[in-house]
């Protein structure tokens, strides 16, 4: 798996994604991403973890846990991408406000 420079994913793409993370990966870490089922996703805490560790476990998952891996739905380029933005902190889907 490559990792580095944040791949150049079209602006619809980057729109599905960042719903996936805030819905699908919502449901277990925290529809705010700050836990839940799963540890919070907040950039203070990503940006503790090596962007290649965020990428395996979003492409491969975490045997023994309830992480599933994601290569079915996402691509590589996918995986790193969402693995910067976490680092960076993931923007709100669009036309959504942050919850007080």
Do not use: F
């Amino acid at each position: 798996m490559q990792t580095g420079a944040v791949p150049m994913i079209d602006g619809a793409r980057q729109t599905q994604l960042v719903r996936m993370v805030r819905q699908d990966c919502g449901s277990c870490h925290g529809i705010q991403l700050t836990g839940g089922l799963g540890p919070a996703l907040t950039r203070d805490r990503m940006v503790e973890i090596p962007v290649d560790n965020l990428i395996a476990v979003i492409y491969q998952g975490r045997p023994g846990t309830a992480m599933p891996g994601w290569k079915s739905m996402l691509s590589e380029a996918d995986a790193t991408w969402i693995a910067h933005q976490l680092q960076a902190g993931l923007p709100l889907e669009a036309g959504k406000k942050a919850q007080p």
